[in-house]
């Protein structure tokens, strides 16, 4: 037996407390009033019968509750020895890395082979579990003595494209070892790469009484060349605007020329010979991309000369068609507008659309179902016919964007909007501040890329009566006196977007603002139903299926099969119309229709991360392994038993003794008090 604080049991000397209020302060003198004592012998008084204790039982509990208390603050504590023999039993866990690394020669088939020794080595009262880590872990078994099944799940691993993670295999193996409140063994069968270590070393903390066991199926670097990257357009309206850059990366590599082919549907276009630095990077680019119309699937590829091809080529995408039309209506006397918005959708990289412009004394005959989107630049009164033809555009879906400057006048209803206007404030910079954007939505598409609206100055804006909590209005943007600069309006199908100040270089200066630019073309792709799809993906991340504009709008997945050539439909019935995002499973190309129209052909590729084989050092092997160990020491024994020494703390018990006698000394007390009075 110890005690973890021996200094408390100084708190003993307080034991003189009980001796003294039971015999020290137990005899009092009262006076008792006498004639005269004359006719009494003289006699020495005895006090020995006051220096007796009184009260035993009651004096005994007192001094047991100090001697508890203060073994109590000491915390006293017992070795507790337990042997812990070899067939007593073991929690096993079998982890195999499926990751895309473990493609390169036989290691994957090496891992699984290493994996079933080690479940066939298993003692009749062992239980194991299998996981997988080649990307998220999976728990592929509950813990069980069934060897039968833990082989059949070892069996059903496939190898993947996605990436391993060792900070993601320590968070599952410390989560076992928590839930089952159990020491475990963990086996690991892996390549060792490097690239899976995280940041912080500490993220591959292991629980407590771990014991963790590596099984590397690589014992040297591969030399690697792998297309690291390819930047390039995903649509094309213009083939002379288009530019495609990759990037070639050398892993444990000399110095080598490298051969670098643009691939379109399976036909080499162009071929480029680029030279490697030794374990460096280098680019190589395509001004020509002779895309069909519709979707392609492009490739970069490298001359495979090394052991490992499988990243050999990089997957993308590009969509080919005609620019769209657009209109844009403007007041009579305005032409500012329509050439800052025409300039800037010509500089787009994609330049999707082709902008017409009419004055609005003209825009009574316009067609306005064959435009992508409409523009109103501060247009004034328009015609009755053209406003009744944009209402049922709107209603049909499209998108109209309106913008206020000085035919805003108080009390005028804009149309398609539905709004009413309730001033326009025009700033004098002499004698008040010019407004500001003082917040922006940055999940609106318009504002997603556009966000550097600091040096953006407004010197006129419209002021507008907006309804009261309406789920179908939603401001994306205010200025700095609180009001709307940005309003979205669903109106039936399609939209109806405000932005309170005009686009003339007057109003404000935003159009020489270098916001201006991914402003209008984030607005009027949204707008056109173009969207801003990213078109390339890596193994593992998500896409979103639907934008809150297209709730209950039925998807389809069509992407690589389980052999990886033959393409089949992803989603079921239910999850077409449910599903709001998609993981992609593996490399390929993965078509997603939705039921609009609207078509995205997504490229994914592999972590290049997987591409190099640097192997983790022993040393840091040794230091994750030996994170299991905490606190827990004891004797060595023999080979097959194991002794562990534990301090069983009894300070609970001694707390609820303490409790107790509380209770029995205060009942006690009370019981002789009265007895005395």
Known sequence: MGFLTPWFLGGL??????????????????PIPFSSLMFFERRTQSSIKHRRLKYLLLFSLRCLF???????????????????????GRTMVFAVDNSFSMQQDDRFANAKKAALDSINAMRPDDRGQVISFGGPSKLLTDMTQDKQSLRAALAAIEVGDDTSSYSELSRVLRSTAESLKTDITADVFTDV??????????????????KMEIHPVASAPVPNWTVENVEAPGRVFDTKKVRTVATIAGYGT???????????????????????????????????????????RCEIQIDSADAFPQDDKWLFSVGRADPKPALLVHA?????????????????????????????????NANVSKYAFVILSDPGPLPQKFEDALDKYVQAGGSVLLTLGK?????????????????????????????????????????????????????????????????????????????PLFIDRKIGA?????????????????????????????????????GTAQGNYKVGSFVELR?????????????PGVDGKSDKRLLSLSESTKASSFQFPSQGFFDIRRANGREELAAVNTDRRESDFALVPQETLDLWKNTGVGQKSGPSTTSSDQQRDDKAELWPWVLAMLAVLAVAESVLGNKQMAAAE
């Open 13 to 30: 000397a307080i034991l003189g407390l009980p001796v003294y209020v039971h015999l020290l302060r137990q005899y009092r003198q009262k």
């Open 66 to 88: 100090i001697l508890l208390l203060a073994l109590a603050f000491a915390r006293p504590y017992i070795h507790s020895t337990t042997i812990a023999r070899a067939n007593s």
């Open 193 to 210: 790469q490097k690239s899976s270590l995280p940041p912080s070393f500490s993220d591959l903390k292991l629980d407590d009484g771990t």
């Open 254 to 296: 000399p110095e080598a020329t490298r051969k670098v082919t643009l691939v379109a549907n399976g036909k080499p276009l162009e071929t480029k010979s680029v030279k490697v630095p030794a374990s460096g990077r280098a680019t190589v680019e395509f001004l020509t991309l002779d895309a069909p119309y519709g979707m392609t």
């Open 332 to 364: 009579p006397e305005d032409t500012a507008s329509s050439l800052y918005v025409k300039t800037a959708l010509e500089s787009s990289s994609e330049a999707a659309f082709t902008l017409e412009s009419l004055p609005s004394n003209q825009s009574s």
């Open 407 to 483: 035919n805003a006048v108080p009390g005028r209803h804009l149309p398609i909007a539905d709004l009413q206007v309730m001033g326009l404030h025009s700033i004098n910079p002499e004698r008040e501040s010019v407004l500001t954007v003082a917040s922006v939505d940055t999940s609106y598409p318009s504002f997603s890329r556009a966000q550097n609206w600091g040096g953006v100055e407004f010197f006129q804006a419209a002021k507008l009566q907006l309804p009261q909590a309406s789920p179908d209005t939603r401001v994306a943007a205010t200025l700095s006196d609180g009001s």
């Open 494 to 530: 399609g939209h109806a977007l405000v932005f309170t100040s005009a686009l003339d270089n007057i109003a404000n200066n935003l159009p020489v603002e270098p916001v201006w630019l991914p402003f209008i073309d984030q607005t009027t792709h949204d707008m056109g139903g173009i």
């Open 547 to 559: 934008t809150a504009r297209e709730k209950g709008v039925p998807v389809e997945i069509v992407g």
